[in-house]
């Protein structure tokens, strides 16, 4: 009975490996057998444009801080937040009456020393008549010659003297002039056309020049010319010229495309954690004023453009029918500037040479080859290297996709 039943056992297992190993023929065959199907795009007409894109910061082309060369509390302020302004407007005014009195004082000073300067001039030519006077006398003998030298001595300390009172003008006249000109300091003057877009300061604060210059107002020269400030990275730089279109947006207007041009790229890199980036500078119009200084935009540079060329999908330039690992020939040498695609032609596909020109990332250019518009490239294989859902579509026809 044990024999018996040992064997039953042998054969109970040959019978299932055995159809195991035919199950899986069965598998293998009609996996060799299934009909591979491609993935195909149309051949299509339109623009290509290749593009750089940034953030950046919108603002006034020109903003001049008006600051304080005197310190003192501000005493008056009249203008405030978007006031317009014209060159020579005063702006605000620090308390004068410091500076007044310096003024004062010195123009007393250089009263006086104009009235000694008179004095000493009178005292000048009453010795020069002296000296005259004893030079006859010494003639006559009247007096010694030691007296008459130091009548001389005298006369000549009374021109030294004189001198000495136009100096001591000029020096009281320079220090009028000074503090005249602080006192004119504290008239805070607009220098430009333009609009405040920044008031630091409120009437009674006190400003201190002492150190260094301190802000009391910023004025945008014109806010209908604007510029976006924004950083490209070093991978993009080279692709950007002077005179490029550019679109951008900003967050308060999303549905709005503003226009500008490049009018800028500074050579002077930006490393920030090792990342290199180079201003660029936008020019924009904004006549409307609908742009404000420090809008983030979002903007995109034009380095290059097609207007209504044949072009194919980006990808049909990889795909080769070769299932992955197996070698194959190419016919021809290929440069950066030749290709090949495939096109499916209904019981099956064949190579097309393509010389391509411009690509913005998803189509390229075609500039010559025996393509056409509405010719299906293909862009993918679906078949049993691909696995069991290459089963699921039916023989022979290829799964379509719309053009990007």
Known sequence: MGARLAKSRR??????????????????????????????????????????????????????????????????????????????????????????????????????????????????????VTDQRDAELVKQRAISQDAMDSQFSTYNQAVAQVGLDQASIQQQQASLNASELNLYYTNIISPVDGTVVSRNVDVGQTVAASYQTPTLFLVAKDLTKMQVDTNVSESDIGAVRIGQPVDFTVDAYTTRVFKGSVVQARQAPITVQNVVTYDVVVGVSNAELLLMPGMTANITIVSDHRDDVLRVPLRALAFSPHPRGVAHSSSGERSEHSARVWVEDGGGIHPVKIARGLDDGNNVEVLSGDLKEGDAVVTDRLGPDNGPKANAFAGGQGLHLPHM
Do not use: C, E, H
């Open 11 to 128: 054969l109970v297992g040959w019978a299932v490996a055995a159809l195991l190993l035919v199950a899986v023929g069965i598998y293998w065959m009609r996996g060799r057998g299934a009909p591979v199907n491609y993935v195909t795009a149309p051949v299509t007409r339109g623009p290509i444009v290749r593009s750089v894109t940034a953030t950046g910061t919108v603002n006034p082309v020109t903003t001049v801080q008006v600051g304080t060369y005197v310190s003192g509390p501000i005493s008056n302020i009249y203008v405030d937040f978007n006031s317009s302004v014209k060159a020579g407007q005063l702006m605000a005014k620090i308390d004068p009456r410091p500076y007044q009195a310096q003024v004062d004082l010195t123009r007393a000073a250089l009263a006086n020393a104009r009235a000694q300067l008179r004095k000493d001039q009178a005292n000048l030519a009453y010795q020069k």
